[in-house]
């Protein structure tokens, strides 16, 4: 069975051709950083007109690289949201036309679930249940899955993303976009607990995730300190350097601690961290060690399948179009689908604890 993936929901114009969902034969990303660094990040207008002209190069290539002619194809999966209106409609449009033109099925994949399938490439099938902590630029999910294809959202963020929060401290800090992997690199020479951020505490109970007051503490301790915005080609001091640490450090601290606790309500046989914030080497870590405390696998994906790529939403596509689910072409971009069709009962969770002996 070979997939072609197509995605386009935020600034990646990216496609894959994936066999029997787990087996990469290509996988091409256009990525449109460059452009967008200038404004400091994604700009949506930009990024649809630039997926326009990037669309069709980049499937050709994904389909040369493979070395499989279209006719070889037997389904199209395409993200279909949450994501920017006018990039998710490009792609689905170039999906659909092209999946009525072959004649084959066309499969509509919600992003996160392809965040969730691309631990499969390096990993093998996920047992489950599993429970997945989801963290990008634009969601910072915890879900638990029971079996295959079934989401209760466990956390959520009720502000920024965790990729987000990166990005603007990043920018606060003048070392530029996207701001992640920067934050990381700087994070590595500072001390993590130079400065005491605060971690946000919901105050009606629930377990879910806060980055805005992270990102206004930052500011104050930046405007407090008389700390420059670095200016570009400059090497930031150690005081930048501690920012970036302690900022990490409150991040992944947020983050794991709940996936920690969480974990130990759920009973999951399978931890999983993906999405581009699960690029980060002190997620993964503290991840691992959480694995460790509870006894269970940590599976992430290898760090080009962490941020966008059309590998992932052609493995999630192949598991809806063998369960029947492909879509009809009234497929359309919709931003607002969320990833959650399941609720767990209590009664489920202590069947679970007598199952496990835990
Ligand atoms: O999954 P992704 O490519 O796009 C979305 O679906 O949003 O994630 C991009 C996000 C950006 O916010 C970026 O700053 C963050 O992932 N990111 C990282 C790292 N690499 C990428 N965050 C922390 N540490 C990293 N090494
Ligand atoms: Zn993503």
Redesign the pocket.
Known sequence: MLVLGIES??D?TAAAVVKDGREILSSVISSQIEIHREWGGVVPEIASREHLVKIDPVVDKALADAGVGLESIDAIAVTYGP?LVGSLLVGVSYAKALAFGLGKPVIGVN?IEG?FYSVEFDNGPITYPAMALI?????TNLFFAPEAGKYKVVSRTRDD????A??KA?KMLGLGY????L??KYAKEGNPKAIEFPIARISDGRPDYSFSGLKTAVLRYIQENNIEPIRPGEEPNSEIKNVCASF?YT?VKTLTRVLEKQAKEFYPKTLIVA???A???A?REKAEKIGGRLGLPVFFPSKHL???NAAMIAAAGTFHLARGEASGLDLTADVTIRLQNHEVEDADLRKRRVRYKL
């Not at 996207?178 to 992997?181: E, M, N, R």
């Open positions: 929901s935020c990646e994501g992003h965040h963290v990008s630029g634009g969601h993303a965790a990729g987000e990166f990005d990043a996207p701001g992640g992997p934050i990381e990490q991040v999405g581009g914030v690029c980060n080497q997620l962490s941020t966008d």
